[in-house]
């Protein structure tokens, strides 16, 4: 594992890099789309609170999750920038990931159990596709896969 000076507030993109796990040039990606905050030194160099490291962590922990960049960043805003998140603030923050990764678990599963049958994008035999979508009425409803991108209904 790679430590840092538990006495160093400021660390070099570096420092995050070798700590989080990440290339230098992922650190850059997540600033850019403003996941994390970083400042510049009056010598211009980034610098980067120790916050960072877990709000990194929480990044790639939603991502290994498949949960996409946009959701992460828009979960990531209600949270406080200036301190770690407390253990309350992470509560609720898994409790939307896990709302996330069910809905993306239906998702799957309706796509594994349906993927030998119509599933509404027209795509598929013409013997079989108008008994599910007779005349394309699903066609209306909008494009692709429509009855795969249903809500999911527990």
Same mark, same amino acid.
């Given at each position: 594992?790679?430590?840092?000076?538990?006495?160093?507030?400021?660390?070099?993109?570096?420092? %995050?890099?070798?700590?989080? !796990?990440?290339? %230098?040039?992922?650190?850059?990606?997540?600033?850019?789309?403003?996941?994390?905050?970083?400042?510049?030194?009056? !010598?211009?160099?980034?610098?980067?609170?120790?916050? %960072?490291?877990?709000?990194?962590?929480?990044?790639?922990?939603?991502?290994?999750?498949?949960?996409?960049?946009?959701?992460?960043?828009?979960?990531?805003?209600?949270?406080?920038?200036?301190?770690?998140?407390? =253990?309350?603030?992470?509560?609720?923050? !898994?409790?939307?990931?896990?709302?996330?990764?069910?809905?993306?678990?239906?998702?799957?599963?309706?796509?594994?159990?349906?993927?030998?049958?119509?599933? !509404?994008?027209?795509?598929?035999?013409?013997?079989?596709?108008?008994?599910?979508?007779?005349?394309? =009425?699903?066609?209306?409803?909008?494009?692709?896969? %429509?009855?795969?991108?249903?809500?999911?209904?527990?």
């Amino acid at each position: 594992m790679n430590r840092i000076d538990p006495e160093k507030t400021q660390l070099t993109v570096g420092d %995050v890099a070798s700590r989080s !796990g990440v290339a %230098v040039s992922t650190v850059h990606f997540y600033e850019a789309k403003g996941l994390i905050k970083g400042w510049r030194t009056e !010598g211009n160099q980034r610098r980067y609170g120790r916050g %960072v490291l877990r709000q990194i962590a929480v990044i790639k922990v939603a991502q290994r999750t498949g949960i996409p960049l946009e959701t992460i960043s828009a979960y990531l805003k209600k949270l406080p920038q200036d301190r770690l998140i407390s =253990a309350r603030e992470w509560r609720k923050l !898994g409790e939307n990931f896990r709302a996330e990764l069910d809905e993306r678990i239906a998702r799957l599963t309706r796509l594994r159990d349906e993927l030998d049958g119509c599933i !509404g994008c027209g795509c598929l035999s013409t013997t079989e596709c108008p008994l599910r979508n007779g005349d394309d =009425a699903l066609g209306a409803t909008g494009t692709g896969a %429509v009855l795969l991108d249903r809500p999911f209904a527990p």
